[in-house]
């Protein structure tokens, strides 16, 4: 009888060690802070927000279910560089904007034609092997991209952002049925857009980018914080319609406009078409706080396709952007030299 418990206690005795020990061990796996997610975006573009929109759902769902999700808008800069304090994350993404050869970078998406600020990034990035670094400029835009990665290679799929991907694509990749569509503010992705390109800072964008991720846009656009951003931004919009009216000259199929003096930064592009239907062409030259910028457009609704690649012609001059819309930015205090190098450019594209 005594052995027989003696049998028993040594049997049990490990167990009851391992009973206090377990909580510890179960503590040690669940309270480790979470995985950070941090993803640089296009900010102020509506294929920034919904790339990063669904390339967070797409980690979510596929990569890292835990993972917290921080955003950083990242903006075209005359002197541009990644700032190396940006890559704070346990794994960092950029999405919709130029590759970066830091090696913190995780993910990388892009489709614009000009996506390397050097020949050493493209080279960089030709050498990498993570399978993780996605490059592809015949998307129309990085949401619809992001989207094929996924389903192609990790079988993950999102029906319900479907809405979301064909917006991005309408609106990066300029495929409205009309001007009409694309300047009078009919559906709730081009007031979601208004909001997104002209916002200040970058706290609603982020915002919207969360609420991308599961809520359809026309319950974004009646959020009561966005609409009191739009009802603004709607007037101003009216009003630039008023200003491109009144400062634009036609010469042969090119538009010009100089919007020096005008508070009118994150004007439609497609107004020039609107107001003047028969033209190819945009060169405005547009100034701001941080920068003077000239956006270099073309007409979507003209028959045959331009001849001119606009974003050949902007990198020619330090700037990028894709064959048919492209944009270049100088320092703020660099105006007349942005009117002379927008004086060539005209020049040019009458020919
Ligand atoms: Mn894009």
């Not at 399978?131 to 799929?157: M, T």
């Not at 495929?175 to 503010?185: F, G, K, L, S, W």
């Not at 081009?190 to 970058?202: D, H, N, P, R």
């Amino acid at each position: 009888m005594s052995t027989s418990m003696v049998v028993f206690n040594q049997l049990h005795q490990p167990r009851i060690a391992l009973a206090f020990r377990l909580p510890f061990r179960q503590a040690d796996r669940f309270s480790p802070r979470k995985m950070l997610e941090r993803v640089l975006y296009h900010d102020h573009c509506f294929d920034g927000a919904a790339s990063a929109a669904f390339f967070s759902r797409f980690i979510a769902g596929a990569i890292h279910p835990q993972a917290e999700f921080r955003y950083t808008g990242m903006a075209h800069k005359a002197s541009q560089t990644f700032d190396p304090a940006l890559f704070d994350g346990d794994e960092n993404a950029i999405v919709d904007f130029k590759y970066s050869s830091d090696p913190r970078l995780t993910w990388w998406f892009d489709h614009h034609q000009s996506a390397f600020l050097s020949q050493e990034d493209a080279e960089h990035f030709q050498r990498d092997t993570s399978g993780k670094k996605l490059y592809d400029p015949s998307y129309k835009s990085c949401a619809s991209f992001i989207r094929a990665v996924a389903r192609d290679r990790y079988g993950f799929e999102a029906p319900d952002l479907e809405d979301l991907v064909h917006w991005s694509l309408v609106i990066d990749g300029a495929q409205y049925p009309d001007a009409r569509t694309a300047v009078e503010m009919g559906d709730p992705a081009m007031k979601l857009t208004l909001v997104i390109e002209a916002a200040k800072g970058s706290d609603i964008v982020q915002k919207m980018i969360r609420w991308l991720q599961n809520r359809k846009l026309e319950e974004i656009i009646a959020e009561p914080e966005v609409q009191a951003l739009y009802a603004p931004l709607y007037q101003r919009h009216l009003e630039s319609i008023e200003i491109i009216q009144k400062r634009a000259q036609q010469d042969d199929s090119v538009i010009y406009f100089d919007l020096a003096g005008y508070d009118v930064e994150g004007y439609n592009k497609f107004i020039p078409y609107y107001l003047f239907p028969a033209s190819t062409y945009t060169v405005s030259v547009s100034p701001s706080a941080y920068r003077t910028k000239i956006s270099v457009g073309s007409n979507p609704w003209v028959p045959q396709a331009p001849k001119h690649n606009l974003a050949t012609i902007c990198e020619r001059y330090g700037g990028g952007g894709h064959a048919r819309v492209g944009a270049i930015s100088f320092d703020p205090d660099q105006l007349e030299k942005a009117r002379m190098v927008a004086s060539e450019i005209v020049a040019e594209l009458k020919t």
